[in-house]
């Protein structure tokens, strides 16, 4: 569904929306059980909302392809992923909170390590702990460079974030990362006569950071890449006509719901905050989304039990939830992270949608197998937002 | 998926996949039974692999299209088959094992019937003997045209190959072929300017083709069409980074393999020929294309009981194909074709996925039906090589 055709259907109403991800929510059979973690856990609370709901299983980009945390989102968020894409400097910039402005080139960078004749020896400068990060990265800081702002973040151990905010400014600069050993960094290229300037200022950068790290050793030279300015993606509140907000622990989510223009609410670390946030400014907006970690860490661990757990807590808020009485309450995620795979997996991703009006199917159960059975089919993640403001009353007819 | 988008996700890996083609694989109930091919057969390996797959059905071409040969093989081999197309020439030159070259333009001919002024009684020549076809082509062969090579290649019966090879050739040609009796043959017209040499080539082999078969009656004139350069592909094995190699004892599979750059391995007659040929170069591949024909067979000749046996037969060999321990282990076909239409037929095939990730649905019996609950659901057959990929671990994720 294109989002200018979408928009012009928008009608204002009252109703709640709250759109729960699950992060890395869907999973496979652990290895000669034929029971994945939703269909090993005990989930009375979701299983009972999937009893009165649509169900379904989501795909987020196409067949077969596994999608990182950022096009997962956007999907969710109504975007076809394959059109609105985040590149790497802008999701490092955001999984640290980092406020982006239109128009800034981010960029992810590395502490390296070279030797006397500023030949590679170590692309992670041997991930030095993030205390020394930080110490040297107020080094870079002393950069300037005419005409832009210089903006360095420290993120973990040898990795850091790279922003340069002024006019005329591009993200289209081929990497200074080499990817091997025993050769010296890349000059910066402009890979279109756009990028001229930055290409320019990113090798000044480069420059300068050179004697300012020369006694750093083993971070002792930078590298760089992934530039990429922010998206102009369409603004979420005004595709769809919504107050929205972001309540999410964990800062690439917040920084994902800011870049489609929602608000970030200020939460704790745990979820029963993230859902006490939830509960404080329920009357301030029509949609919240509610972005829960603790499935997606598990099982980026391996840990099908600790899944199976965090997938029991998630449960246990349910009705804390349900209790604020939405009128729509979707529950999905951004991307399967089956404990097998111990990492993103390719697989379509299990949703519900209740609503007074959501058509409840014969599912019963929230697991994968059972929702592959559910009347919203198979569905493109950009496909849910359109059904949510279906079910919220908030579209209106499209012809006569 | 988009093939330039896909391949920028290939990584390596030492997995290895075959894509099993019965060809003609679905079927439709006998009348009055309910029962289709595939639920009459016994087929214990098929429906105990099912069990342990995941199970949809392909779709080919689009809802009601019938796939020929061609785009039901590339569909399978993760082409869209409406955007990659082959033509009939360069199918029926496939179909003889010739070895086309990039730039040659292959036409179907025909050994047609006219009388003393030219005009046509019979377009097949009262279906001549092969043999006589394959004498009055060593006829053709004497022909020879300026700048450019003449091959001529008997088929069966009254068919015969034209391909002409050489610079700026072009196959925007019309046919020869008026379709109806009692008029001549037509002038090949150019198409589109770039064709303007290509058919004035042709009909100077007409003309040629004139004397060499007066006394040849009831063969003697030749009627052309289809006329068709060799589609430019993306190659199957830097597409998907795959070593890939094609076993299949009829030459058109062989042909269309070759068509999309698979190596094609010497192999006997028969599908138990083929299932040592596979073991024998297991080692060397990382991917096996391996066509099974007798399904089609028995469909085209209307024989449901033979299709029935074919099944069967394939049923048997599958523990071979089992205990080389493929990573990932497709079973489908290429179009249906169903006794009871006795031809191709436009309904979806059936498939399943086997992999240690596949996700097993709770289908349990490899049949139409059956297939038509599983979680690969209504699947585009261009989309079946990406799942396969991320099957075999050979894909990386989309975006950070």
Same mark, same amino acid.
Do not use: W
């Given at each position: 569904m294109d989002l200018d055709l979408l928009r012009t259907l928008v009608v204002n109403h009252s109703t709640k929306i709250v759109l729960c991800s699950l992060d890395g929510l869907g999973g496979l059979p652990r290895p000669g059980t034929g029971q994945s973690e939703l269909a090993v856990a005990r989930l009375p609370n979701l299983h009972a909302l999937a009893a009165r709901s649509a169900c379904g299983l989501i795909r987020h980009v196409g067949p077969g392809i596994t999608p990182g945390s950022g096009p997962g989102h956007l999907g969710l968020f109504g975007y076809d992923p394959l059109r609105y894409l985040v590149g790497r400097g802008v999701l490092e910039a955001l999984g640290i909170d980092f406020a982006l402005h239109p128009g800034d080139v981010a960029a992810r960078g590395n502490f390296c390590s070279v030797d006397g004749g500023g030949r590679i020896t170590d692309r992670r400068a041997g991930r030095i702990q993030t205390d020394v990060c930080v110490r040297l990265v107020e080094r870079l800081r002393q950069i300037r460079l005419e005409g832009v702002e210089v903006l360095v973040e420290p993120v973990k151990e040898h990795r850091f974030v790279l922003v340069l905010r002024g006019p005329g400014l591009s993200g289209r600069v081929s990497e200074t990362d080499p990817q091997g050993l025993g050769v010296p960094a890349l000059e910066a290229r402009a890979l !279109? $006569?756009?990028a001229e300037k930055t290409a320019g200022l990113v090798n000044r950068f480069v420059a300068a950071a050179r004697p300012l790290l /020369?006694? /750093? /050793? $083993? /971070?002792?030279m930078v590298l760089l890449r !992934? #530039?990429?300015?922010q998206p102009a993606l369409p603004r979420f509140p005004e595709v769809f006509g919504l107050r929205a907000a972001a309540v999410a622990a964990y800062p690439m989510y917040r920084g994902l719901a800011r870049l489609v223009g929602m608000e970030v609410l200020a939460t704790g670390t745990t979820f029963a905050d993230e859902v006490a946030t939830l509960r404080e400014h329920w009357s301030a907006y029509d949609f919240f989304f509610l972005h829960y970690k603790d499935t997606d860490k598990a099982g980026e661990d391996g840990d099908f039990d600790a899944k199976v757990a965090a997938l029991e807590r998630f449960d246990a808020q349910l009705p804390d939830i349900l209790a604020l009485r939405p009128d729509v309450l979707v529950v999905s995620g951004d991307h399967a992270t089956p404990s097998v795979l111990k990492g993103h997996g390719w697989q379509p991703v299990p949703a519900l949608i209740w609503s007074q009006?959501? !058509?409840?199917? $014969?599912?019963?159960? #929230?697991?994968e197998r059972a929702c592959a059975a559910g009347t919203l089919g198979l569905l493109p993640a950009q496909d849910l937002m359109p059904l949510v403001m279906a079910n919220a009353l908030r579209l209106t007819k499209f012809g006569a």
């Open positions: !279109g $006569p756009e /020369a006694d /750093a /050793a $083993p /971070a002792n !992934g #530039f990429d300015s009006y959501c !058509g409840a199917d $014969p599912v019963r159960h #929230f697991t």
